[in-house]
């Protein structure tokens, strides 16, 4: 067996050790709001997202798309995030750990495959930027107890960003059966506390430079989408930015207007030869990427991100959605979840040279690489029930068809240099003549015994 082969062995191996036991569909029953636990009353009394914004408006003048976003989005009062439990059939949105936990285990292993092709360091720190309900973690280190043989004495902990109190309540009850405890002090970077059933630590933090220096995989499933956007429109002065103002004809309404001038964002964001009409430019998710590569420079590791997006082609891609429903963007605000799609080409230089970045491929083309298929041959054997069955495949299209989820969504990694560099030829030996090729990494390489 060649070394390429190596890695990718093991990637097969791994998958087929995870066990086949467990049901592998996540069609829970509707959820309700419950977390969302304010009374009528309290409701009642707290201000609305629109008055908040239109008394904001008149008093500073027009605001840029991406400080609307995050007021609508993550204001500690009143946001969308902050207040909602929004996701399943019951909310506003669904995500791929929610429709299926292949998705996760899937997830898990090229974890696994990365922390083994980084030496297998005795420090593993799992960190998810916005975990939702936590079902992506709790599938991941379900994996990491069936293969807990692979991990053998290594530490491993679980680090998650939230900044929605409300779903690190509900994380916390899939991850730790509520045995958390949130932090005496509102301004301590760890604000939650919990150990996992097989006694792993959990932590939550609201900013990922919170989290610990330390090797680390990091996971962002869904997560730089919801990230505030600047929106800038070419016009025959030059760039300008798009800003969120009152309407002068409808008091109680919101309306976008393009600046006269330049704006700082303007003058500093749109890069010399972008080729688009219109441009989407998530600076926060920008500075996240620098922070991440920075970190995967200086402690190894490397970040997994999956999301709806593009590299560098969109344009005009900011939406709402409410009730699974698209929503515009400037109605009700704080009522619907506001998205854009992510614009890879952007991360990819965000990054910088310091680490390799692979990607993006699209969902499809990334689970079946990771093995999707064998693992639901593997499961369909060992189900009977005509339901589930059902359920199994119809969760598989929606992940990997082409007109749902599968094109759509795009991974796209960060990676140390290290992990892609030629293996070094043992000196004294008699070896091939050619040097060995790099290990392949998983779900952006095609599984293959070559
Ligand atoms: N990854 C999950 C949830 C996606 S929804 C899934 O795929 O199912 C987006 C998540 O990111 C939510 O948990 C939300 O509360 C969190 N989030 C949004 N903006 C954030 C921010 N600025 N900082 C930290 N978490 C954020």
Redesign the pocket.
């Given at each position: 067996m060649k070394m390429r082969s190596l890695v990718v062995l093991k990637t097969q191996q791994l998958i087929s050790r995870v066990s086949s036991s467990s049901a592998a569909v996540r069609w829970r029953a509707a959820q309700t709001r419950l977390l969302c636990s304010s009374s009528p009353d309290e409701a009642k009394r707290r201000p609305s997202m629109l008055r908040h914004l239109t008394s904001k408006l008149k008093a500073t003048g027009p605001i840029s798309v991406a400080e609307y976003m995050k007021e609508v989005?993550?204001n500690p009062v009143t946001g969308y995030?902050v207040r909602n439990n929004m996701?399943g059939p019951d909310g506003d949105f669904i995500?791929?750990?929610?429709i299926s936990q292949i998705f996760g285990e899937l997830l898990g292993v090229w974890i696994l495959s990365e922390w083994m092709g980084a030496g297998r360091p005795k420090q593993l720190q799992l960190v998810e930027?916005?975990?939702?309900?936590g079902?992506?973690a709790s599938d991941v280190l379900r994996v990491f107890s069936q293969l807990q043989s692979v991990l053998c004495e290594s530490s491993v902990s679980l680090h998650l960003?939230?900044?929605?109190p409300v779903?690190s309540r509900l994380q916390a009850q899939t991850l730790t059966r509520d045995s958390s405890r949130e932090a005496d002090a509102e301004d301590e970077l760890v604000y939650r506390r919990g150990e996992t059933a097989a006694g792993l630590p959990v932590s939550w933090y609201?900013?990922l430079d919170d989290v610990p220096t330390g090797f680390s995989i990091f996971i962002a499933?869904?997560?730089f989408d919801?990230?505030p956007i600047h929106k800038f429109q070419r016009t025959d002065k030059g760039w300008r930015e798009v800003m969120v103002d009152i309407d002068p004809e409808k008091n109680d309404q919101l309306r976008f207007v393009v600046t006269p001038s330049p704006t700082l964002a303007s003058s500093t964001l749109v890069h010399d030869d972008e080729r688009r009409e219109h441009l989407e430019v998530c600076a926060e998710g920008g500075v996240i990427v620098q922070q991440l590569a920075r970190r995967i420079v200086e402690d190894g590791g490397a970040a997994l991100i999956a999301d709806y997006g593009h590299d560098g082609t969109k344009t005009d891609t900011f939406r709402g959605f409410k009730g699974h429903q698209l929503h515009d963007v400037l109605a009700s605000p704080g009522s619907a979840d506001l998205t854009a799609d992510v614009d890879f080409s952007y991360l990819r230089r965000m990054a910088g040279g310091g680490v390799a970045c692979l990607g993006p491929v699209t969902q499809r083309t990334f689970l079946k690489n990771m093995g999707i298929d064998t693992r639901m041959q593997v499961l369909l054997r060992n189900c009977s029930d005509p339901s589930t069955r059902k359920q199994l495949i119809s969760s598989y299209d929606m992940l990997t068809n082409p007109a749902k989820m599968g094109e759509r969504f795009h991974f796209f990694s960060l990676l140390h240099h290290s992990r892609l560099a030629k293996p070094k030829r043992a000196t004294g030996m008699k070896l091939e003549k050619t040097s060995p090729a790099p290990l392949p990494v998983a779900g952006f390489t095609e599984l293959s015994f070559s």
């Open positions: 989005l993550t995030y996701l995500t791929s750990p929610e930027l916005g975990p939702g309900k079902s992506l960003v939230e900044v929605s779903l609201r900013r499933h869904e997560f919801a990230l």
